[in-house]
Each structure stands twice: as C-alpha cells, then as structure tokens.
C-alpha cells in the first residue's frame, strides 16, 4: 500500500564502501526524484528523472549515480562512501516535473551513516 | 543572505495556544510558496499553499507579504499532534523545475500538555 516505499530504512557503512538505495512509487507517477538532507535538516534536490530520463542532475559528486529502470524505479548507488555523506536520503515522486511541488510524494528516507 | 530562512526555534508553547512563525525569502522574483510538515524522522508532507490574499485551512492560516518577502504561519489553538517541524518552500512559479525549489531548514515546534 506504501505509496513511494525505499529500502533500506537505515544504513550504517564504513567509510570507502559502496552501497546502493532502492526506491519505488506504486502511484503511476512520471517524475521520479533523490533528496538529500543533511544534519542542518536543508533539503536538496540531487537527481530528477521523468520516464526513465535525467532531467536534473545537481552539482553531486559523480561518486552518486541513480539509475531508473523503469518510471516506477529510481536506485541511487553510492561508490567510495565519505563521511560527509551521512544524511537523510529522500525519494519523492509527482505526476510530472513541472507540478512536483503541489504534488510530492515522499519516501520515509534513508538514513545513512558513515563512519 | 539564505535564499530561504527560517527561525529554526525550537517553540515551545502550551496546548491551546496560539503560535506563529515566519519565513524569509530573498529572490523578489518568487511567486509559489508552501508550507510542508516533517515529523520527527519522518518524510516531509505538504501542509497547505501560500495565497496572496492568505489562507485558512481549520486551524492554520498561511499568509504571504511579498512587501518584506516573507510568508508566515499561524497555529491556533494548537495540539499536541502539531509538534512537528515546518519546513518553508518557495519557488518562481506554479510550474516550476525541481531545482529551482528551495526548502527552508524548518522551525520545531513543540507543544506541551
């Protein structure tokens, strides 16, 4: 029944691992998109993708790399773990990617920690 | 300056009372504003809009003064279940690209019994 369901809930890795998070929207949304929010609690938009294409991709290091299967399936896998990557990772979806804002559907988050 | 800031409090108030808490804007171009509610560990949810006229829904009014660029809300009444942080959102337009929505880092409310 969830609606934007990711996997996993919590994370605890060392530093210099790679790890991946899942996310899925059983809404039949087009837009797809990963947060991130960092201990300040800011939310910053990283990666967006409509229908399986990038459409965003934000000033990220290119250590993160989302992948989209299909447009009910955004991934995001994390090679050479730093600590400055410990945050909240959130998924999110809307119908398309011009009405997000009056119409996201976040994911409970991912809680990383590196350490 | 932040293109978004708000207060991040925390406010602590008693139950029944009336609290409100404002968020500043920087860029006068910004037409869309919103507010979302984020439990504690928990995702961000969207709480109501922001009219130019102000809004109400129940207990909450949303009001917008782009004069000083800045939108508040107001909890009247309060209960327990509001204890939450509020998260300002702004945007250029309605119809805006992800990237160009920024999210405020948010002010904790608390209400105690």
């Given at each position: 029944?969830?609606?934007?369901?990711?996997?996993?809930?919590?994370?605890?890795?060392?530093?210099?691992?790679?790890?991946?998070?899942?996310?899925?929207?059983?809404?039949?949304?087009?837009?797809?998109?990963?947060?991130?929010?960092?201990?300040?609690?800011?939310?910053?938009?990283?990666?967006?993708?409509n229908n399986k294409e990038l459409i965003i991709n934000e000033?990220?290091?290119?250590?993160?790399?989302?992948?989209?299967?299909?447009?009910?399936?955004?991934?995001?896998?994390?090679?050479?773990?730093?600590?400055?990557?410990?945050?909240?990772?959130?998924?999110?979806?809307?119908?398309?990617?011009?009405?997000?804002?009056?119409?996201?559907?976040?994911?409970?988050?991912?809680?990383?920690?590196?350490? | 300056?932040?293109?978004?800031?708000?207060?991040?409090?925390?406010?602590?108030?008693?139950?029944?009372?009336?609290?409100?808490?404002?968020?500043?804007?920087?860029?006068?171009?910004?037409?869309?504003?919103?507010?979302?509610?984020?439990?504690?560990?928990?995702?961000?949810?969207?709480?109501?809009?922001?009219?130019?006229?102000?809004?109400?829904?129940?207990?909450?009014?949303?009001?917008?003064?782009?004069?000083?660029?800045?939108?508040?809300?107001?909890?009247?009444?309060?209960?327990?279940?509001?204890?939450?942080?509020?998260?300002?959102?702004?945007?250029?337009?309605?119809?805006?690209?992800?990237?160009?929505?920024?999210?405020?880092?948010?002010?904790?409310?608390?209400?105690?019994?």
């Open positions: 029944d969830t609606a934007v369901s990711q996997t996993p809930k919590y994370l605890v890795t060392q530093m210099g691992n790679d790890k991946s998070i899942k996310c899925e929207q059983n809404l039949g949304h087009d837009t797809m998109y990963w947060y991130k929010q960092d201990s300040k609690k800011f939310l910053k938009i990283m990666f967006s993708y000033t990220v290091p290119n250590r993160f790399s989302p992948k989209s299967p299909d447009k009910a399936h955004l991934n995001l896998h994390i090679n050479s773990l730093e600590l400055g990557d410990s945050a909240v990772y959130f998924c999110a979806s809307s119908q398309d990617t011009m009405r997000g804002i009056y119409g996201y559907t976040f994911g409970s988050g991912t809680r990383l920690t590196v350490v | 300056r932040k293109e978004v800031e708000q207060d991040p409090g925390p406010f602590n108030v008693p139950e029944g009372a009336t609290v409100a808490f404002n968020c500043t804007y920087s860029n006068s171009a910004s037409q869309s504003f919103f507010w979302y509610r984020q439990d504690c560990r928990k995702e961000p949810k969207l709480l109501m809009s922001v009219y130019s006229s102000g809004n109400e829904d129940g207990r909450f009014t949303a009001q917008l003064n782009r004069a000083s660029q800045y939108i508040s809300l107001l909890i009247r009444d309060s209960k327990l279940s509001d204890s939450a942080t509020y998260l300002c959102v702004v945007t250029p337009g309605g119809y805006s690209s992800a990237s160009k929505i920024i999210f405020g880092s948010g002010t904790r409310l608390s209400i105690r019994p």
